[in-house]
């Protein structure tokens, strides 16, 4: 093997019933580099990965690895773990019951009798030395997502590994909190480390990567240094086309309806996990709740949608008061609520991508009114078109759909509920550039046709685009609501960061 | 039934099942070329009735394959089995002895009465563990742990010491034929039965609603699903299976005991649950493999008799092929075998593929 080269992969292939998911794909990791992996939903980039941890059994192809002689034999993520291959999968594959500690070590000691004591005080030095908000005995299921994610990526980095894989580890984290991992990546890669990184987010591929390979429809497309890259060029070979103008979408239909008549009303809403707020949205309104994970964003439509236990509080709906107390309520009520946490929340694995499009509908329409199948056929064929939802067929099953597709289905399942008032969080979390711009337009273009809609997102920049007001909270509490002419970066980060400066 | 739902998946998830009864079949016609050959004859009440080891196999397996299906529709929204079928079964028996001893002659009349009593009583029963595993969230088999070992008391609580006896041409044509019509009449109530549930679930949305609360209960919950009503709802209709399967079992010996009644039928039924492809874990489900399952059990537990192994040696020879066809079925074989099938045809792609380039 060349010198500096930590990986090499040639020649890999890999298929799925009806999907090749992966043809003569071709990949070098060079030792200290940091190499984007990036590409649509379904390009194959997490297939690619899987493939190389031994998840996946390849078709055909070499994997080479610096150290072993000839073509390394991966046939489990036990294997690569003991060659010094460290991955941080997209879905968070934690255990939410255990502790962080068990969780950071659990099938980690190739040794026998670790100590309880030892494994905690070893698992507070590394939080604190990743400056991870988490305490070792907590039970992981406590922290939030983002928590969670940077506890996986130092499950991963406290091997003494040779390459690290982080497949989209961003795609929950908040500005400092990436700011934060990618100080630890640049560690890392100055110690050596190859380190292979998915992500949909272009700036940070410009603010850290040395490489990049682009993987589309499961072909490459190529490796380019990021320098000679720019980032046009960049979307024009993931999408194969260059991409329609990014300009401002007009939401001057949104911004007017502000004044409007109210579709949603709640005063002194409180749930298990929120504290007490007040919220009303227009009809044909286009507003966001923002501030920094944990501040109560998504805890607050929660309590909208009755999806913790609501504890208070008054709700009116079109004017009329209504109990809204569980999720069929607000669904009745013409709700619909996309959740923050598509894995444990949105999909239902097993079922096919047609019965987890069409699960919202059928369960308004009742128990006993199932759909007949042409219905629910038709029904899963126009969202799979509009949605571009790519998938093998509507039989599939949800979970062998990439990561950003699973997210289209879930939002294909509440947009057939055609609900007055959509609640999305974090809709576009995993979706791909292209797609995300056309979520962004799709939101607009409802609220032009009256519907209310709630985003939430970790980019401001989105939230900017496409709402007219936001709600911004901090410590569980709504500190500030801005419309017009303060919606900008600066003024937002301003009220989320503290009234003091402003 | 579920054909329509998965194209073209019916036959490879239901391939082990169907192996196995085409192994048991080819083995005893081997064995015995007459095996499996029916007659006409007369029975001790003079009726023209078939018989031969196929219609006993089907006859006997009435009662599991019932509640099979109740057992199929708990795993699936549970992720739990019920054990105390057998128990509760017997109940339903001394309900129906004591529903017809007390209201003097057995008439149709009484008959019914006396059925719909024990459904009243069986699903009160299946709906007391139902409450404890929906509503308090007990793994069910701690939960029907309870009834499993107190069933057969309750059932002697309301017999008393005695083994009443029914004597009465409607019991018989219940438990056993007809007169006029030569097949057994429990083959017909399996039937009924099955088809009461494929109507069930044309009708209703229950098949979708339990395997979404089976595989994300959090999720089926946001989308506007009652997981509790719906884990509920699956101890109902089990309740139900059992008191058909034990009525049928009471007529067909003409007689209550309560120690014997469907004696260690809740083992059966789980196997015939698992057996017919169906993760004990719940989620997915097919009812058709776990009727499969059950005629699976009976046709072996009758070819062990019929080689006349010594009843006391049948429960190991049983658990040997069970253990078999469960480690056949089961997800490590299964990928190993599509991935072994898989790479015999992707060698032959990717050695094509490789001479393009
Ligand atoms: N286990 C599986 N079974 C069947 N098909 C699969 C499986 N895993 C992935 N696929 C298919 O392979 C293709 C590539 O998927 P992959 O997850 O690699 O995409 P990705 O590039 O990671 O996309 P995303 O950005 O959405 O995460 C997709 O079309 C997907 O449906
Ligand atoms: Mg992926």
Redesign the pocket.
Known sequence: MQDGIVLTMRGIY?S???????QNVDFTLRKGEIHALM????????????VLTGV?EKDAGEIRVEGQDGPADIRSPQDAQNIGISTVY?EITLCPNLSVAENMFIGRDKGVGVRWKDMEKKAGDLLKSLGIPARPKQQLSSCSIAVQQMVAIARAVDADCKVLIL??PTSSLDDKEVEMLFGLMRDLKSRGVGIIF?T?FLEQVYAVSDRITV?RN?ELVGEFEVQSLPQVELVSAMMGHALAELSDLDKQGSSDALSGEAFYEASGLSSAEARPFDFRIAKGEVNGFTGLLGSGRSESVRAIFAADHVTGGHVKVNGKPVNISKPVQAMKAGIGYLPEDRKRDGIIADLSVRENIILALQVMKGFFHPLSRKEEEAFADEYIKTLEI???SQE??I?????????KVILARWLLTHPQYLILDEPTR???VGTKTEIQRLVLKLAEEGMSVTFISSEIEEMLRTCSRLIVMRDRKIVGELTGDQLNQDTVMKTIAGGEQA | MTGKRRKGGVLSDLMIPLIAIGILILFNLIRDPGFFSISLSTNNSGNAVLTGNLISIIDSASELAIIAMGMTLVTAATGGQDISVGAVGAITGSVFVQVLKGSGDITAGTVVLGFLACCLVTVLFTSFNGVLVAFFRIQPMIATLILFSCGRSIAYWITGSATPQLESPIIKAMGMTIPGIPVPTPIFMVILVGLLLLLFFKTSNIRLYTESVGINQGASRLNGINPTLIKLLSFIVLGVCVAVAGVISTCRLGQVSHKTLLIDIEMDAILAVAIGGNSLGGGRFRLSGSILGAYIIQMLTTTLYAMSVAPANVKAYKAIVIILIVVAGSPVIKTALSSFWHRLKNNRAGAVSREVN
């Not at chain 1, 799925?16 to 992966?22: N, T, W």
């Not at chain 1, 979970?399 to 997210?407: F, R, W």
């Open positions: 890999k799925f019933p009806g999907v090749r998911a992966l590409g649509e939903n379904g390009a194959g980039k997490s297939t690619l990965i899987k996946y997209q497949d989209e998915v949909h993987l499961g790519k998938t093998a599939t099953p979970k062998s759909l990439s990561g950003g597709n699973q997210q995993g979706i791909d």
